[in-house]
């Protein structure tokens, strides 16, 4: 019995895939979610040029921390951004010369975009004006209010969780399927001697690469589209152009599989068995599918941590398919996200003709 323990311990510790799903993935989940776990409440304001900044308000919201006054951008570039949920409120503030009015007067501008974050913002102002209109009564024989608040929302398509999860999920199906599905078949093929068939064909490895690609692809655009309809139509996913903004996620789609291929191909030509594909296959994948804004904003984590979401391509894929499809950007107006994803196809399928084995 001791003999069977010992030699039964020594295959699974001999074993890649159970070492890794055992200690290095629980491992790295704890982390990642550690870190997500232990983050504090932020709210981006923005201040309109111009704004008085002696108030007592004022400096009630520059000491919090949970606030972030952005004080550097104009004011129609923090409205675009107020519009596209990148920004919580925009906040105006003016001294009155009206005696009959609040010396200090706020005009905060929020968004049904960040509908949560204008809802906290509002808060925080509402809050601070208390805290100085209590103290100027404190301090004064009459009870005159030293700052006053107006709210006003911006009208535009309100940013729901599903314009956020759907293009993160989409990014994750498309990641999934071209590294373990790519890695696995072409590794079977591979096992049982399919390939060293073609050999004897006048086909080159390229070509044998690009057509399991393209079948894939095509695969993947079916199963897309499904995903988008159902999103648009059941859950109310946001399309900004329609039909328009639908074929762009569908050439992104195109786009991003055919570069998570290529990591694919490179595991099934390092792979020996299929049980070394799985530790290949989580060493991409994983670090994506918690870094690269799949489930929530990158910005959730430390900063010397976000240098490396950066660096990933699913990162530029949910990107610019947030981009397009809730902010009705074109793909050319998300070039910059393309050229890197471009750039990683380059160089994953550069490694994977070199790795192609016939056998």
Same mark, same amino acid.
């Given at each position: 019995?001791?003999?069977?323990?010992?030699?039964?311990?020594?295959?699974?510790?001999?074993?890649?895939?159970?070492?890794a799903?055992?200690?290095?993935?629980?491992?790295?989940?704890?982390?990642?979610?550690?870190?997500?776990?232990?983050?504090?409440?932020?709210?981006?304001?923005?201040?309109?040029?111009g704004?008085?900044?002696?108030? =007592?308000v004022?400096?009630?919201?520059?000491?919090?921390?949970?606030?972030?006054?952005?004080?550097?951008?104009?004011?129609?570039?923090?409205?675009?951004?107020?519009?596209?949920?990148?920004?919580?409120?925009?906040?105006?503030?003016q001294?009155?010369?009206?005696?009959?009015?609040?010396? &200090?007067?706020?005009?905060?501008?929020?968004?049904?975009?960040?509908?949560?974050?204008?809802?906290?913002? =509002?808060?925080?102002?509402?809050?601070?004006?208390?805290?100085?209109?209590?103290?100027a009564?404190?301090? =004064?024989?009459?009870?005159?209010?030293?700052?006053?608040?107006?709210?006003?929302?911006?009208?535009?398509?309100?940013?729901?969780?599903?314009d956020?999860?759907?293009?993160?999920?989409?990014?994750?199906?498309?990641?999934?399927?071209?590294?373990?599905?790519?890695?696995?078949?072409?590794?079977?093929?591979?096992?049982?001697?399919?390939?060293?068939?073609?050999?004897?064909?006048?086909?080159?490895?390229? &070509?044998?690469?690009?057509?399991?690609?393209?079948?894939?692809?095509?695969?993947?655009?079916?199963?897309?589209?499904?995903i988008?309809?159902l999103?648009?139509?059941?859950?109310?996913?946001?399309?900004?152009?329609g039909?328009?903004?639908?074929?762009?996620?569908l050439?992104?789609?195109?786009?991003?599989?055919?570069?998570?291929?290529?990591?694919?191909f490179?595991?099934?030509?390092?792979?020996?068995?299929e049980?070394?594909?799985?530790?290949?296959?989580?060493?991409?994948?994983l670090?994506q599918?918690?870094?690269?804004g799949?489930?929530?904003?990158?910005?959730?984590?430390?900063t010397?941590l976000q240098?490396?979401?950066?660096?990933l391509?699913?990162?530029?894929?949910?990107?610019?398919m947030?981009?397009?499809?809730?902010?009705?950007?074109?793909?050319?107006?998300?070039?910059?996200?393309?050229?890197?994803?471009?750039?990683?196809?380059?160089?994953?399928?550069?490694?994977?003709?070199?790795?192609?084995?016939?056998?």
């Open positions: 019995m001791l003999a069977i323990t010992v030699a039964s311990l020594r295959s699974i510790f001999r074993n890649p895939s159970t070492v799903f055992s200690f290095a993935f629980p491992l790295i989940f704890i982390v990642v979610f550690g870190f997500i776990g232990n983050r504090s409440i932020k709210v981006a304001v923005g201040v309109v040029p704004s008085d900044t002696t108030s =007592q004022y400096n009630m919201l520059r000491s919090r921390p949970e606030i972030k006054l952005i004080t550097n951008e104009t004011n129609v570039a923090m409205l675009e951004l107020l519009e596209k949920g990148k920004l919580d409120g925009i906040l105006n503030i001294k009155s010369s009206d005696t009959s009015k609040a010396p &200090y007067q706020f005009a905060l501008q929020t968004s049904k975009a960040s509908a949560e974050g204008g809802a906290m913002i =509002q808060m925080f102002m509402m809050h601070s004006v208390d805290q100085a209109n209590l103290a009564a404190a301090s =004064q024989t009459q009870l005159k209010p030293s700052a006053e608040l107006r709210s006003e929302e911006v009208s535009n398509h309100a940013y729901k969780s599903i956020f999860i759907l293009p993160g999920m989409l990014g994750f199906s498309l990641l999934s399927m071209g590294v373990f599905g790519t890695a696995f078949v072409f590794l079977n093929l591979r096992n049982t001697l399919v390939i060293k068939r073609f050999f004897a064909t006048p086909i080159r490895k390229p &070509y044998i690469v690009l057509g399991e690609a393209l079948s894939r692809v095509l695969f993947a655009l079916i199963s897309s589209s499904f988008i309809i999103g648009r139509f059941v859950f109310g996913f946001t399309l900004v152009h039909l328009f903004t639908f074929f762009n996620m050439v992104l789609t195109f786009i991003g599989l055919f570069v998570f291929m290529g990591f694919g490179i595991i099934s030509g390092l792979a020996k068995t049980s070394a594909v799985p530790p290949l296959a989580n060493l991409i994948t670090p599918f918690l870094l690269a799949t489930f929530f904003p990158i910005s959730v984590f430390p010397w240098p490396i979401p950066k660096m391509p699913l990162t530029y894929l949910n990107d610019a947030r981009k397009v499809a809730f902010e009705g950007l074109s793909l050319f107006q998300v070039w910059d996200d393309i050229l890197v994803l471009f750039i990683w196809g380059v160089v994953v399928y550069f490694f994977a003709t070199r790795l192609f084995k016939w056998e």
